[in-house]
């Protein structure tokens, strides 16, 4: 038994060298599969469903890949579409792939798998108690579900049952990096334990190699191990880089939680092939006795615009801790008297980060009350319901800000450095991260569905 | 006596998903690895200190495969949050450099 797997780079759009796909269809894969989103650069995407990077960046790797699965006539997976993972992600993956096909003139079935999930769906999921809370997790509520956009990300089942019924290229909404990697092998009767631990190191493509970059690996499982190596000859990957790998954005290496169990790399063991491949073995996978499905869900905050600046004067940077908490409070006084009756002081928020002190870490900054910086940067945020009040209250903030009553002095001064005229830059909508929770699902596939396409 | 940092040739800190705050240490050798995990300089109740967390949320694994220290713990401030000042949880690690380690 083997099952050669192509992970063309970490996420599609970071792009991989020409001449490492080459050398990967060179190898046979059985697929290739690639991960297009995270939740990393935070709860815009989701909320949104906006992409992180470009289309020309996604179009670039994604006519390689499906010229590559041409060439192979192999299945090409390609999850967590558009960043998030929103139905509106894998229509915009979807409406890239068919602009490809019509211009290298290729043709392929290709399966779209949604995960949006339904306030409807979830309300009677959280009524009947099969939704659980993570550690740690918001408050969830009818009213978050009703204000969120939320995904299920979807395990190797769905994706495996596309792959049944025909696909040759699947373009799937959040699903967990690894399922991507594992549904084909798993299909094909594979070792568990090493199938989800090969998935979980290639999910991030040569990311494990020595040095990390933005390309592809391969890997092959067999019976009882699997071999993983860089597909640039230039790199290589130790048995070293290949375990510490696991650490990589988990929070327990040993034990990896997918949505059918948990894989354990507990008693793994890992080998140098040579000075550029790894061999893995002993790595198991224990079924859960529930099958989980992880929800994400991301709500508006509401709208912000951000103040930039920045302060030389010592004796002002000294006096910012007594100067701030009574700017704030005349800027409640001031808002109050403007906006009678459109806002109150539970519906906006102004905060400064003086950077040079404690914005990066802020209580936790145990530098925190040592010697001041000779020169500190502010950054102003003023968040609101609409972005016309975040604005005219960011005009009012920038204003009061730059003429701050230094005790030091008598008489006006401009208390801030403003680099921008106007200070004050809109920033639209910001969102939050609602839910860290699971749905107990009846069946692994009832949370998403999946319509086919000829291109 | 020498430090985390000395010790190691990589420490970080990053998000594992929006809620849960993840420390790696790579040690540069078996040698300074062996020397971390015989002299424990990172323990769950330091690190609850540091971090301002409960000592029981605090995951803490010593990988001698990897020759890393790992911990986890819950994102002090949520990912996003309006507070957040650190999306990628990529700045946190900077109090464990100078760590001792005996």
Redesign the interface.
């Known amino acids: 038994m083997e099952v050669r797997v192509l992970a063309a780079t970490g996420v599609l759009g970071a792009g991989f060298k020409v001449e490492s796909l080459r050398r990967g269809v060179e190898l046979q894969p059985t697929f290739i599969a690639c991960d297009a989103g995270s939740t990393d650069s935070g709860p815009a995407y989701l909320g949104s469903g906006k992409p992180k990077l470009s289309k020309d960046a996604c179009k670039r790797d994604l006519r390689l890949l499906l010229n590559a699965r041409d060439a192979l006539q192999v299945p090409l997976i390609i999850g967590s579409c558009g960043t998030s993972g929103r139905d509106v992600g894998v229509d915009w993956v979807a409406d890239i792939a068919g602009e490809i096909a019509t211009e290298e003139r290729i043709h392929f079935r290709a399966a779209l798998i949604k995960s949006d999930q339904s306030p409807a769906y979830l309300k009677m999921r959280f009524e009947h108690g099969r939704i659980r809370p993570l550690n740690p997790a918001p408050l969830l509520t009818e009213a978050v579900i009703e204000s969120s956009h939320v995904v299920g990300m979807m395990g190797a089942e769905p994706i495996a049952a596309a792959i049944a019924a025909g696909a040759e290229v699947v373009l799937a909404g959040r699903a967990s990096d690894s399922a991507l990697f594992a549904a084909v092998p798993l299909m094909r009767g594979a070792h568990a334990g090493l199938v989800w631990h090969a998935a979980k190191t290639l999910e991030c493509g040569a990311a494990c190699a020595v040095v990390p970059a933005a390309d592809g690996m391969f890997a092959v499982i067999r019976d009882d191990h699997f071999d993983i190596e860089p597909l640039d000859l230039e790199a290589r990957c130790t048995p070293q880089s290949i375990a510490a790998h696991t650490l990589y954005e988990n929070a327990n290496p040993f034990l990896l939680t997918e949505p059918s169990g948990v894989i354990d790399t507990q008693v793994a063991d890992y080998v140098a092939n040579s000075e550029r491949s790894v061999r893995v073995s002993g790595s198991r996978f224990t079924e859960a006795s529930e099958y989980t499905i992880k929800l994400e869900g991301a709500q508006l905050v509401g709208y912000q615009t951000a103040v930039i600046g920045g302060i030389r004067d010592p004796h002002i940077i000294r006096s910012l801790d007594s100067l701030l908490p009574k700017a704030k409070a005349y800027f409640d006084a001031r808002i109050a008297d403007l906006f009678p009756g459109q806002i109150s002081s539970k519906d906006y928020d102004i905060s400064y980060r003086i950077y040079g002190r404690d914005a990066v870490m802020g209580l936790l900054e145990p530098m925190r009350n040592s010697q001041a910086a000779y020169e500190v940067g502010v950054l102003i945020t003023i968040t609101a319901p609409s972005q016309e009040l975040a604005n005219k209250i960011a005009t009012l903030v920038s204003h009061v800000s730059a003429h701050l009553p230094v005790p030091a002095y008598h008489g006006i001064i401009s208390s801030i450095a403003y680099p921008f005229s106007p200070p004050e830059l809109p920033r639209g909508p910001v969102y939050r991260f609602s839910l860290n929770h699971v749905v107990l699902p009846d069946d692994p596939c009832e949370m998403f569905r999946t319509e086919m396409l000829e291109f | 006596m020498a430090t985390l940092f000395e010790l190691c040739n990589l420490i970080r800190s ?7 705050l ?1 420390f ?1 240490l ?1 040690f540069s050798s078996q040698e300074n690895y062996d020397r971390a995990k015989r002299a424990r300089p990172l323990t769950k109740a330091l690190l609850a200190e ?3 967390q409960a000592e029981e ?1 605090i ?1 803490l ?1 010593y ?1 001698d ?4 220290i ?1 911990a ?1 713990m ?10 957040d ?4 949880g990529g ?2 690690y ?2 464990l450099l100078g760590l001792h380690v005996d």
């Open positions: 990053k998000n594992a998903g929006p809620f849960v993840t790696d790579m540091m971090y301002g949320d995951t694994v990988h495969h990897a020759l890393a790992k986890s819950p994102r002090p401030i949520f990912q996003g949050e309006l507070q000042s650190d999306c990628y700045q946190q900077v109090p």
